[in-house]
């Protein structure tokens, strides 16, 4: 990934980013909680500003915890996403715990954070995300 490992604060989670044609690919490393809400917020608003299409998809098969400051977070970039990409816009996540896809069913977000097991599985539903060259 050409940002791998950017680090959000000192032994803290890093977000690892690759820029593709329609979309951001970023790989969570670390807890998405409390202490790193808003730094994450923060490097995923200035992805989506950066990349202009507002399609970010997130893998969280290295994040062992998402707590309720973290769901914000992802649903302050989701709602960025929309206001810069439109009706085309997506915060996707691959590879979601349990846990996590319970707490979005429980907040009935799923529908606008879709979670998926794999690539190929979120490629059905959104053309866009591409293999590693797209």
Known sequence: MSDSGY????GGPQLGVEPRATYHHIVLRGDLDSLAAEPI??????????GGHGRLVL??????????????SLVAVYK???ARGGPDAAVVLLHASPDFLELLQLTQLAPHLPCFDSVVEAQRRYPWIGGAGA
């Open 41 to 50: 917020r923060r490097r995923l608003e200035e992805l989506v500003e950066a």
């Open 80 to 82: 960025r996403c929309h």
């Open 59 to 72: 893998d969280l098969a290295e994040c062992s915890f998402v707590d309720s400051a973290g769901l914000g």
């Open 7 to 10: 680090p959000l604060s000192e």
